[in-house]
């Protein structure tokens, strides 16, 4: 895994069967993204604010993805720097930059990478 850089970007990107999100990056790596994940790291200010409150305190049932959430989302660039996930409940305000998502790669590389010592 090569260290997560502004220069980064996606070559490629692609759902696959609807509920994987593919990204081919510059550096040759690659990353599969199941849509539940994403969804679960929304990096928009709401959801950050829910994952740091105590898990009795948080709104479980809004952060929950559901089967309507998960159905059919759709992806679009934002700038040079990252991408929109339109998801199927109407919630969008989630802006992923490009280096986020290298940084929540769940591939075994990158989580292996994020292990202390």
């Known amino acids: ?36 994940y994403l969804r679960e790291q929304c990096p928009c200010a709401w959801c950050r604010v829910e994952r740091k409150k105590d898990p009795r305190e948080r709104d479980l049932l809004a952060m929950r993805p559901t089967a309507q959430a998960l159905a059919n989302p759709s992806v679009e660039p934002v700038g040079r720097y990252g991408i929109r996930i339109n998801w199927g409940d109407g919630h969008s305000s989630g802006i992923y930059p490009f280096t986020y998502l290298r940084l929540i790669c769940p591939c075994p590389d990158c989580s292996q990478a994020k292990r202390p010592g």
């Open 1 to 36: 895994m090569s260290a997560v850089t502004d220069d980064l970007r996606p070559v490629a990107a692609r759902w696959l069967t609807g509920i994987e999100l593919l990204i081919e990056w510059n550096d040759g790596h690659s990353s599969a993204f199941m849509t539940d």
